[in-house]
């Protein structure tokens, strides 16, 4: 007999509720869920392949332990049997920074390692702490930190309520959102110009977005910090500067009045590409309008001023009194949050090895990891964990992380898949399915549209682990307890610490274990004062209503105010003007083509490249399902018409794109949605390497964006990989 489960989709950060159909072990149907508080029945081709996802021959169901070169199956004894004894020597003779952990993006939309991977981490000791962070938002958790006080502080667009929308380097109609948890951002725009609302997209590319905005402007890649310095020259300039109820609580304008005066329209208009006055009155629409936001996402944070532009559009937010005001930039309130530091914010807490780069947020960048496993000496790199990463896809200078994992002495994976970086490692362990786990999400609640709350219990059994028990006898191998330690008793230590650090008593959540018990602790603690129990009895979950104003409560500033202008946020401002100046002149620079090819003096082959999204694409990791790999969903280098004729290529025909780091070939398409000038290539492409297990992945292999993308040049302040922007030359392959 067929059984229904409410589930919330943990694919993306829109949070859709889901209805699931399932028949014994098979998943008959996923539809969306008509009753959720917060999706009202959305869903996207992603959360319709959730069953595919649970039935894929490909998923590993046993650990695997490589021997001689062979991948095998054992059992979870062995697994961890060979993780201790290979991985504890390399801890106890070279030391805890030996060992570097990489955490997946998925690891963030999986409560489990979410609550228990912090733990792990933490217990490795090891400074090697890499994410996907830094090939994505890491300039929006340093901008948060120094402004308001805490890396995780992000405002986010109220855009159900808001009049003026000025977007820049997002696809949401794609991406489904992003450092913006809203799902139906298609109906949630409609609504925003069927109020009267105005929609305005800054991007290279004509995006769905922006063919669906009022205005787009075709910015040059890699220059919106420059916009949206203009942007603020025209509001100190015409006095539009109107902080309202922040003044209160916003040190710096005057600061900010300086740093902007040199970036006027007309100094930064050929740079960017938009006219002087096109600026200007984008200016004035923004401080006119009713209510207004400005919103950035990865075009603005993965380029080589990240922390400039997400800093600037905080700074746009304050300066027309839109931050923390209904239609503009909020805060979140959500019902569970995870318990974060108590002091302000600061990064350099220590630095890389090699390259001397600074943590921030915990992490060192991803772009550094092939230096610490290379480059020999004391804390060199020689372990690896990865929990659901698939860096050899998603990191700068592929090429080299690849052959850089190869040369590591031990290597653990905790992933689903047998992939391009799993395929490196000694033991890999297995996860549930979605469908076989709870789920809440705690990290994306933080940057939600409107407050919700949603428990999701497990929609199926799983004959594996979960990866809170997995995580947890990996902690107890790296703390020396053996390959086989008491987890109940770990598990109780950390709810006894999450109890602590909440202000909560542990006991309240007793007959519970795992995750459910940590988020009913943070739940309870938290400002609604909520109980897993209330949510277990609304399996469509709870509406806790539109945004509020939080200030000045949520700032955690020493000063108890906004810091509008931050020294290690400003310290940056000096290489941007010389990065202007240098082009004005026509000096060459280090990376003279970085960010925008010189207009007009382009030689024949030339361009620059940017990524891309694709809706039925979850960056690298679900190319294994033939639903999401069909159709439109494909791995192009996409090129103006003028510029293809330019060069000679057409459309479908194989085009050689090189850059400093490496080169790839790949399908044209032939395409004006780009600025000429401009190509495109989607990234977590290229699974046509030996040794992987995933058969449809590898029948629609596409090309590696990032043997393209250098580890050499970072966003400064973040060390966030330049993933747009990349100087390349073209030509038919
Ligand atoms: S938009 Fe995101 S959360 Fe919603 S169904 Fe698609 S993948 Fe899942």
């Not at 539809?31 to 959730?50: A, E, Q, T, W, Y």
């Not at 202008?565 to 940056?572: G, L, S, V």
């Amino acid at each position: 007999m067929p059984t229904t489960a409410h589930v919330t989709c943990p694919l993306c950060e829109a949070t859709c509720g889901l209805t699931v159909t399932i028949d014994g072990s098979d998943v008959t149907e996923v539809r969306g869920d008509h009753d959720d508080v917060f999706s009202r029945g959305f869903i996207c081709p992603k959360g319709v392949s959730l069953g595919a996802l649970h039935a894929d021959p490909d998923r590993l169901r046993t650990p695997l332990v490589k021997r001689d070169g062979e991948f095998v199956a054992v059992s979870w004894d062995e697994a961890f049997a060979e993780i201790d004894a290979r991985l504890r020597p390399i801890m106890a003779e070279r030391g805890n920074d030996a060992v570097a952990v990489y955490a997946g993006n998925p690891s963030i939309h999986n409560v489990s390692t979410t609550l228990y991977g912090p733990v792990l981490y933490r217990a490795i000791g090891t400074k090697n702490f890499y994410s996907a962070s830094t090939v994505d938002q890491m300039p929006k958790h340093f901008t948060s930190g120094y402004l308001f006080g805490a890396p995780l502080s992000i405002p986010v667009p109220d855009v159900d309520r808001t009049q003026f929308l000025l977007m820049l380097g997002a696809n949401p109609l794609v991406s489904n959102g992003s450092l913006m948890t809203a799902p139906d951002m298609r109906g949630r725009l409609r609504a925003l110009r069927a109020r009267g609302g105005k929609l305005v997209v800054v991007d290279p590319k004509r995006t769905r977005t922006a063919e669906a905005a009022d205005e787009h402007n075709a910015i040059r890649p890699g220059t919106d910090a420059l916009l949206l310095f203009a942007l603020a020259n025209v509001l100190f300039e015409r006095d539009l500067v109107a902080l309202g109820g922040l003044a209160d609580h916003t040190n710096g304008v005057a600061e900010m009045r300086a740093l902007a005066e040199p970036f006027t329209p007309e100094a930064v208009a050929s740079e960017v590409g938009i006219d002087a006055d096109a600026i200007r009155r984008l200016a004035v629409e923004l401080a006119t309008a009713e209510r207004a936001v400005v919103y950035g996402r990865i075009g603005t944070t993965t380029q080589e001023f990240g922390t400039l532009a997400s800093w600037l559009v905080d700074v746009l937010n304050v300066l027309t009194g839109n931050l923390d005001q209904p239609g503009g930039a909020m805060f979140p309130a959500p019902a569970a949050s995870a318990p974060g530091s108590s002091k302000p914010f600061r990064h350099g807490r220590w630095r890389s090895r090699v390259r001397g780069l600074p943590e921030v947020y915990g992490e060192l960048p991803v772009a550094t990891l092939a230096d610490e496993i290379e480059a020999p000496g004391e804390g060199q790199v020689r372990a690896l964990l990865t929990v659901a990463g698939n860096p050899c896809l998603s990191a700068p200078n592929a090429e080299r992380l690849d052959a850089a994992f190869g040369q590591l002495d031990f290597m653990v994976s905790v992933d689903v898949y047998l992939n391009e970086t799993t395929r490196h490692a000694d033991v890999i362990l297995p996860g549930p399915t979605p469908l076989e786990r709870q789920h809440y999400d705690l990290a994306f609640y933080q940057l939600s549209v409107r407050n919700v709350a949603n428990w999701t219990p497990a929609a199926m059994p799983s004959d594996l682990p979960q990866e809170w028990e997995t995580l947890l006898r990996l902690l107890g191998v790296v703390t020396g307890q053996g390959p086989n330690p008491d987890v109940g008793a770990l598990d109780d230590f950390v709810a006894g610490e999450f109890a602590r650090r909440a202000g909560a008593e542990v006991e309240e959540a007793a007959g519970r274990v795992g995750p459910e018990r940590l988020v009913d602790l943070l739940l309870r603690s938290g400002q609604y004062g909520l109980t897993l129990a209330d949510l277990e009895a609304a399996p469509h979950g709870v509406d806790l209503g539109p945004l509020t104003s939080r200030l000045p409560h949520a700032l955690k500033t020493a000063s108890g105010k906004i810091e509008l202008a931050p020294e290690a946020i400003t310290a940056d401002v000096p290489r941007l003007a010389a990065r202007l100046s240098a082009r004005s002149d026509g000096s060459p620079d280090g990376h003279a083509a970085y960010g925008a090819a010189p207009h007009g003096s382009r030689l024949p082959g030339e361009f620059v490249l940017i990524g891309r999204r694709q809706l039925a694409s979850n960056n690298s990791w679900m190319h294994n399902l033939e639903t999401l790999v069909r159709g439109s969903n494909r791995c192009t280098v996409q090129v103006h018409p003028d510029d293809a004729a330019g060069i000679g290529l057409t459309d479908g025909a194989l085009a050689k794109v090189s850059s400093a780091a490496g080169t790839v070939e790949l399908p044209v398409e032939v395409t004006d949605v780009l600025r000429p000038g401009v190509v495109s290539i989607p990234h977590g492409w290229g699974h046509d390497v030996n040794g992987v297990r995933t058969s449809v992945a590898a029948a629609h292999a596409g090309a590696n964006s990032n043997v393209l993308t250098d580890d050499g040049p970072l966003d400064a302040p973040t060390g966030t990989a330049v993933l747009n922007g990349i100087p390349v030359h073209l030509a038919p392959a």
